[in-house]
Structures are given as C-alpha cells and as structure tokens.
C-alpha cells in the first residue's frame, strides 16, 4: 500500500538535514550532511552552491532510506536566518552567503546606536540591532564587495535559496522578512524605515512576502534529477529555523516558550502582537500565522563547551568523562562565575555589546578544572535565566537543540532559572515544523492544528525538576553573575583592542572552515 509522506529539509549553519515523514508523524526517512563555515578574520561566509549540493544529496538520500511505497505529496523548507544571500538576476549567487555569524558590521552596529537608527530599526521592526542583520550588512557589503551589490537582484535567505533552486520562486516569509525592513505590525516591508536609513537603493533587493504554508512553486525537473523529489509536488513558503523548531514543539499558541540551545540560544514567547517596549536586544518575528514571538537570541550557546572541552579537557576525553567532572565539582562550581561571552560578534542578549568578553571570574590555585567546567554550564544557564525572567508558576520549559542532550546541562537550567525542563523527543524539529506546514499546502491537513495533531505533537523523554535545595545558592549566584558582567563591562573595548594589537585573531583563526559540532537550529 502506497502511504502519503511530506519531506521536511532544515539547512542550519553546521549542517543541512532532511527527514521523510508519514502523515501519522512516523518517521520514514532520514539523512544529513554537514556544512563548511569560512572564517576570514570577522567575515564569515558559506558557499551558497554547496549548500544546494548538500541539499541534494541529503534529500535523495532521505527518500531512498524511506524506501519503496511512499508518495511525496508536498516539501517544507527552514533554513538559518538573517545574513546577506544575494542573487543576481540569472539566479547565480553574487558571492559566498555572508551569514549571521559575521562581525565585521560591528563598528556600523555601535554607529547606528548612537545617532538614531538603532532606534528607528526596533521602532520599526521590533528587533535590536546586531552585526549580521541585514540593513547593516548591506552597508558594510557596498563598502567591502561593491561588485555583489552592483550584480545583486534578490536578496534570499537561506531557506528562500533552497526553495528557488527547488522551483525556482522568488519569495519570504515573515519571519525571515522581520530582520530586514518588515514592520511586524503590518506584515509589510516599511518605507519609513527604508528611507530612515538612506536604503532605498537596496529596496529591489527584497522578496516578496508570502504566508509561510502557502505553497510557493513546485519541484521542476532539475531540482528533481538533484533530489530524488517527484517533479510536479508542491514546496512550501516556509519558516526560519528558530520559528520551524518552535511549530515542531507545538509552541503555536499566545503564552506559549521554548528553548534552542544550539550553537547560539533561542529563547522565545509566543505573543498575539510585536508592540510595545520589549527587553534589550529584543527580536520580534512575525510569523504569518496570526502571532508573532518575542525572542532572546544570546550568542552564548553551544561553542562555549567546544571550546572548554578544548582548553580544560584531559586529551582524548568524551563528553560523558567530562561531564561527570562538571557533576562532581557540585552546584556553584566552587564559587567560579563563567561569562559566556566567547562570541568573536560580542553579544545581542539580554543585552547588546559588539565588545563583549568571556570571562572566568572568581578562581583561586584551588580551583578544579571540573569547577572550570561546571561554571561555564552555569554560565549559559545563567545567561539564558536573564533571557527568560522570572518563572511563571505550573509553566514547564521545553526545550530542543543539538546542546539539549546533555542531561547535565538540562538539570542545570532546570536549577538555575527554578523551572521543570521538558525535553523533546521529537527529531529535527525545525524540519517537523515545515513538514507541518507542507501537509497544509499538499493537502493532507485543512490547518496548521489538524496538521500538527496528524504528526503528533512532541512528548517529552524526561522532565527534569528544580532541586530546591539549590534554589537560594542560584538566586544568590546570579545576582553575583550579574554584578560581575556589568563591572567588566566598561573595559571589554580595551580587552577588543588589546586582542587586535597582539595579532589574536577575533574569530576562530584568520582564514579557517570549520563545522562545530554542535548541531540543531543554530541562529536567528
């Protein structure tokens, strides 16, 4: 018997997953394939064809694992966020995708603050300003690589380049319009901002925005021989990867949050409407499903772990080793503060500083490399409990994310902010997500709530519960984490030019690829 089934394809930063699902929600197919990120110094960029090529063959290779008997009714697409993906008008890349990652707008980040269209952007947009947005991008690109802007045609985000090389539809959603020029309000691109900022010459540049499980085109031949995907079958709009993961948790719904802790953190509230004042480094995202979601995205994710694994680890170490030397260092971790800063961009939240540093704080001859450790777990639990705020009594947290397999990391966020952590475990949210959204547009499902009861809504594997004991120790602890960043924070510019001076290269090396390990919806 023949069984109906959508594919669901997520191009993070580190890596492009594709997963074939059965419209119960069985898993019937899975492949993934990693991704390569440039570093230049501060640029940092992806090769947009070998993301397509990575496309291909993992989605050829997720339809043939599901094997014999299925028929694709409809495709779904999410993909990392903001950056600059500039196409020109035969649809070939202008260069390298310059991805959120980038730095080297950060000087145009502190500018812009200063004489108002910081402002202007979050008035408009919702959304505080950071290195790899858009508008700034654009800017810092003119200046950099005038020859990209001067072929430029369409700017497309990720998920909005894979869907054109799939039909080859120019398109958005709202989600990934709202870091650009988008007032979240009317779903619209704003020409008050556009003329606020001098950018109307870049107004060309954006695609037109279109509800998310709407069907955009559909699969043509050559996208077919590449995929293995049936000629003809329906590709959906789609969602950016922070929105994907949070419609794969079943987070749909005004109140509800969730949590990604991947290679950044995500944290984020489901509202009816984006006005009103908002935290520092607030990011607002309309989601063309009649909400928009109120998101923390803190750098402060999953590299920090790498890189103390790295530094702190005796050679040859796993995971597991090392986490049992975290466990054992105990709540606290001796009274060793971790500031998980270590982002070459600095950090867009609960706050902005493009200047901003890691930092061990608090050590003494006897700290253990194990208390070393554990501080930088509470360090990002810490970071993420100023994101979230106070806990709101009977409100379990959900959480997904490559990072959200550590059960020691779980725990230590359930401690720090006071709430039960759910864990999903559900695979590939932000990949269940648009699959969700491609029933919608194949057919299958009349709305996005008959959809996502179809592919059953994600339990949880374990819940881990707040240890009171350790309540009045994390209370105290982060009043201290606090009181320490904000002191250091007046020197974190002399610490920047401290690093440029000694030749220390602000990103990973001056010219390397690399795939961090962690893995899950990586940005915004």
């Known amino acids: 018997m023949t069984r109906q089934a959508v594919v669901g394809i997520d191009a993070g930063t580190t890596a492009v997953k594709a997963v074939v699902l059965a419209r119960d929600g069985e898993q019937l197919g899975w492949s993934r394939a990693p991704l390569r990120v440039t570093h230049h110094g501060d640029r940092v960029e992806q090769d947009m064809d070998e993301i397509w090529s990575a496309v291909g063959d993992t989605v050829r290779a997720a339809v043939r694992d599901a094997g014999d008997g299925v028929e694709i009714v409809a495709v779904g697409v999410t993909g990392q966020g903001d950056g600059a993906w500039l196409v020109d008008g035969t649809g070939r890349p202008c260069g390298p995708a310059t991805i959120w990652m980038d730095g080297t707008a950060a000087a145009r980040v502190t500018a812009w603050e200063r004489d108002g269209r910081g402002d202007l952007v979050r008035d408009i947009t919702g959304s505080s300003l950071f290195p790899g947005a858009l508008p700034v991008l654009l800017e810092q690109l003119e200046a950099d690589h005038p020859e990209r802007l001067d072929r430029a045609a369409h700017q497309l985000n990720c998920k909005d380049w894979i869907r054109f090389r799939l039909t080859g539809e120019i398109a958005t959603d709202a989600s990934d319009a709202s870091r650009t020029y ?104 309309a989601t063309g499903l009649g909400t928009v979601l109120e998101c923390l995205a803190p750098m402060a994710g999953a590299p920090n772990l790498d890189w103390v694994r790295t530094v702190t680890g005796p050679d040859g170490s796993g995971w597991p080793d090392l986490e049992r030397l975290a466990r054992a ?32 704080v608090g050590m003494s001859v006897l700290t253990t ?140 090396s001056p010219t390397t690829e690399s795939a961090p390990a962690a893995d899950g919806l990586e940005s915004l």
Do not use: K, M
Request: proline share 9%.
């Open 329 to 360: 260092a105990g709540p606290g971790a001796g009274g060793v503060l971790y500031l998980p800063y270590g982002s070459p961009q600095g950090e867009r939240a609960p706050f902005v500083d493009p200047a901003a540093s890691a930092a061990w």
């Open 182 to 285: 988008l007032d979240v309000t009317t779903g619209t691109y704003s020409d008050a901002l556009l003329e606020g900022l001098g950018h109307q010459r870049f107004r060309h540049l954006l695609a037109p925005v279109r509800p998310p499980h709407e069907a955009a085109g559909t699969v043509g031949a050559p996208a077919a021989r590449a995929t293995g995907l049936p000629e003809g079958v329906p590709v959906v709009v789609g969602l950016v990867d922070a929105v994907a993961g949070g419609v794969g948790l079943g987070a749909v719904r005004p109140g509800d949050a969730y949590l990604i802790v991947g290679t950044t953190a995500f944290a984020a509230r489901v509202r009816q409407d984006g006005r009103g004042p908002g935290p520092e480094g607030r990011i607002t995202l």
């Open 369 to 508: 490399p194990g208390q070393l450790l554990r501080a930088v777990y509470e360090g990002i639990a810490l970071t993420l409990r100023e994101c979230l705020g106070e806990p709101v009594t009977g409100r379990t947290l959900r959480i997904a994310g490559g990072s959200a397999s550590s059960d020691l990391l779980c725990q230590v966020l359930a401690d720090v902010t006071g709430r039960p952590v759910e864990r999903s475990t559900a695979p590939e949210l932000g990949a269940r997500g648009v699959a969700a959204l491609a029933l919608v547009a194949g057919g299958a499902a009349a709305d996005l709530d008959s959809a996502l009861a179809a592919l059953g809504r994600p339990a949880a594997t374990l819940t881990f519960r707040p240890d009171p004991a350790v309540r009045d120790l994390h209370d105290r602890q982060a009043r201290a984490f606090a009181a320490a960043r904000d002191a250091l924070r007046p020197v974190w510019p002399s610490l920047r030019d401290l690093r440029s001076l000694t030749g220390a290269p602000s990103s990973p």
